[in-house]
């Protein structure tokens, strides 16, 4: 039974889509314009249910996006789009679609989107705003003042953008290899194209850098998530997935930095890791081998996964009543506690 895509929170605290494919459940990454959306326009909180149809929109447009660009057009016609929308989520979806600027390289996606979609007879192609979007945006190009301003002109002695001293190319370099899939060539291209640090680059949209010529998209959300990583803004990986499956984090390390330099990012990795090494919902005590199976059918392959289930998403598996989910959920976070 496919499951609801729901807004959930990672845990480091971003919003997310966790959705239903054939192949299980899988969180999608939100950039801002998504997020506003759902919960500025819809007012959705976390668990919330969101309505199906604005799922392949926000993926076709870069505003929820799987790490691993290269799958976008293989997958996109499995995301789920039907349902009924009420009026307020009707006219939210079709503000968003024409109102937002739309990079060209996505334009067919959105079209193709539209066609599919319960707005298509509110919405043609030529309301649609696509055009040319700059590689990137205006705060991450270099900037043209360079030249020091007198301590003297800032009499309370902080320092100032225009005062802090020019940043050698060498010294760039060096911060962005810091990250793990993202050696000397890659580096070398984000700087060129403007990216001087780290939090510039954790500050920056998918959408933007991957037109960085010789950046695929996968690239772009490694360089996106370890740039995260390193700012402190998200748990490093490693450490999310020892936290999660028990196994220590020298295992996880070099996986994740060889898909890394593969161009899979860590967001896309951790759930495939997670299964591989980790414990699966047959190993949780109170489970039946009837059980597991139901659960692995419908998306919960992990304790972890079922941790982060709601009693109800548990309850419309077959065979789980609502004593049993909740047994079960109980059972499932004690194993991740004591592992």
């Given at each position: 039974m496919r499951q609801p895509t729901r807004l959930i929170r990672d845990s480091v605290d971003r919003l997310k889509l966790e959705i239903s494919l054939p192949g299980g459940r899988y969180q999608l990454s939100l950039d801002d314009r998504a997020v506003v959306v759902l919960t500025d326009k819809l007012g959705l909180t976390e668990r919330d249910t969101v309505p199906e149809p604005f799922v392949p929109f926000f993926v076709a447009m870069g505003d929820a996006w799987f790490p691993n660009q290269r799958d976008v057009d293989a997958v996109i016609g499995d995301l789920p789009s039907s349902g009924m929308l009420s009026s307020r989520e009707r006219s939210a979806l079709v503000?968003?679609?024409?109102?937002?600027?739309?990079?060209?390289?996505?334009?067919?996606?959105?079209?193709?989107?539209?066609?599919?979609?319960?707005?298509?007879?509110?919405?043609?192609?030529?309301?649609?705003?696509?055009?040319?979007?700059?590689?990137?945006?205006?705060?991450?190009?270099?900037?043209?003042?360079?030249?020091?301003?007198p301590q003297a002109s800032?009499?309370?002695?902080?320092?100032?953008?225009?005062?802090?001293?020019?940043?050698?190319?060498?010294?760039?370099?060096?911060?962005?290899?810091?990250?793990?899939?993202?050696?000397?060539?890659?580096?070398?291209?984000f700087a060129e194209a403007g990216v001087a640090s780290l939090e510039e680059l954790a500050?920056?949209?998918?959408?933007?850098?991957?037109?960085?010529?010789?950046?695929?998209?996968?690239?772009?959300?490694?360089?996106?998530?370890?740039?995260?990583?390193?700012?402190?803004?998200?748990?490093?990986?490693?450490?999310?997935?020892?936290?999660?499956?028990?196994?220590?984090?020298?295992?996880?390390?070099?996986?994740?930095?060889?898909?890394?330099?593969?161009?899979?990012?860590?967001?896309?990795?951790?759930?495939?890791?997670?299964?591989?090494?980790?414990?699966?919902?047959?190993?949780?005590?109170?489970?039946?081998g009837q059980q597991a199976y139901f659960l692995a059918e419908s998306g919960y392959q992990t304790p972890y996964d079922i941790t982060q289930a709601s009693q109800e998403e548990l309850t419309d598996v077959y065979q789980i009543g609502s004593k049993t989910a909740e047994n079960i959920q109980s059972a499932a976070r004690s194993m991740i506690n004591e592992q």
């Open positions: 503000s968003y679609v024409t109102e937002s600027n739309i990079a060209e390289r996505n334009g067919k996606r959105v079209q193709s989107a539209l066609e599919n979609s319960p707005i298509a007879d509110d919405v043609s192609s030529d309301d649609l705003q696509i055009v040319d979007l700059p590689s990137l945006p205006d705060s991450l190009k270099p900037s043209e003042n360079t030249s020091p301003v800032n009499p309370e002695g902080k320092v100032t953008e225009s005062e802090k001293p020019e940043r050698s190319k060498a010294e760039i370099l060096s911060e962005l290899e810091r990250i793990q899939g993202i050696g000397p060539q890659r580096a070398g291209k500050d920056s949209r998918p959408g933007y850098l991957s037109d960085i010529n010789g950046i695929s998209e996968g690239i772009t959300g490694v360089a996106i998530e370890g740039a995260r990583e390193l700012v402190g803004r998200a748990k490093p990986a490693a450490e999310r997935l020892r936290d999660q499956t028990g196994v220590s984090e020298s295992v996880f390390d070099p996986a994740l930095s060889s898909l890394a330099a593969s161009g899979v990012p860590a967001s896309e990795a951790l759930p495939k890791l997670r299964v591989l090494y980790g414990p699966s919902v047959a190993d949780i005590d109170v489970v039946t």
